[in-house]
């Protein structure tokens, strides 16, 4: 089955680092994404990795993935305030060769305080 | 370059209402998509157009939403009749199809329409 899980909530000072943890369940999966929402916006890609990596770094962001434990991970280095947002992480398979279906965890909120 | 874009931003109606949904995807992406996120629950996909063809609807929950795009631009999604449990955020993303053995596809979302159904 398809499920992406995800704790609801994380604090953190400015300036700390912010760790966010995913685990998913669908093996096949061929990218994990993660996703960023601020308030009364969409969705915003924040960046993603290819199943058979293990780690991804983009400026202050850090993916890393356990594949044999189906667990994902979203370091933020430097926490500002702006990063307060919904974080939410999506597993992808491909549908019909044409494009892929997203399986979302509930997200978490990120709170981060001056 | 404008992003996705979905109208209205809010709709509350009564039970038993119809209500119609639109998404204008980003200019030249074949790939449309809807998703929605009930109260408490994870956002969930729904279906999957390329162009103006129907890929997959799996994510349906019943017959009374309805999903068209016609002439493959934009896109509308009806629900008729609303019931209760249809209030949510309706979320649109479109992509460039995937092409020549290419697997990585980033989906754009548009801000989301809140359904409130009374």
């Known amino acids: 089955g398809e499920d992406v899980e995800q704790s609801l909530f994380l604090s953190v000072r400015e300036g700390d680092s912010s760790v966010i943890n995913c685990t998913y369940t669908?093996?096949?999966?061929?990218?994990l994404y993660w996703y960023k929402q601020e308030p009364g916006a969409g969705l915003q890609l924040l960046t993603y990795?290819?199943?058979?990596?293990d780690m991804k770094q983009d400026q202050r962001l850090t993916v890393l993935l356990n594949k044999k434990d189906k667990h994902l991970s979203l370091r933020i280095a430097d926490t500002q305030t702006g990063d307060s947002a919904i974080y939410f992480c999506?597993?992808?398979?491909?549908?019909?060769?044409?494009?892929?279906?997203?399986?979302f965890g509930g997200g978490t909120r990120l709170m981060v305080k001056p | 370059e404008a992003g996705v874009t979905q109208f209205p931003s809010h709709s509350v109606i009564e039970k038993g209402q119809t209500v119609t949904l639109r998404c204008d995807p980003i200019?030249?992406?074949?790939?449309l998509y809807w998703y929605r996120r009930v109260m408490g629950k994870e956002i969930k996909f729904l279906l999957h157009?390329?162009?103006?063809?129907?890929?997959?609807e799996s994510g349906m929950p019943n017959n009374r939403f309805l999903a068209e795009r016609t002439g493959g631009t934009y896109s509308t999604l009806k629900v008729q009749p609303a019931e209760l449990e249809d209030s949510g955020v309706y979320f649109c993303?479109?992509?460039?199809?995937?092409?020549?053995?290419?697997?990585?596809?980033?989906?754009?979302f548009g801000p989301g329409t809140r359904l409130l159904v009374l």
């Open positions: 157009f390329v162009k103006e063809s129907k890929q997959d």
């Open positions: 999506a597993e992808s398979k491909i549908i019909n060769n044409a494009g892929n279906m997203l399986t």
């Open positions: 993303a479109s992509s460039q199809f995937l092409a020549g053995g290419k697997t990585q596809e980033t989906q754009y």
């Open positions: 200019s030249g992406h074949d790939n």
């Open positions: 990795i290819f199943s058979n990596m």
């Open positions: 669908d093996s096949s999966s061929t990218y």
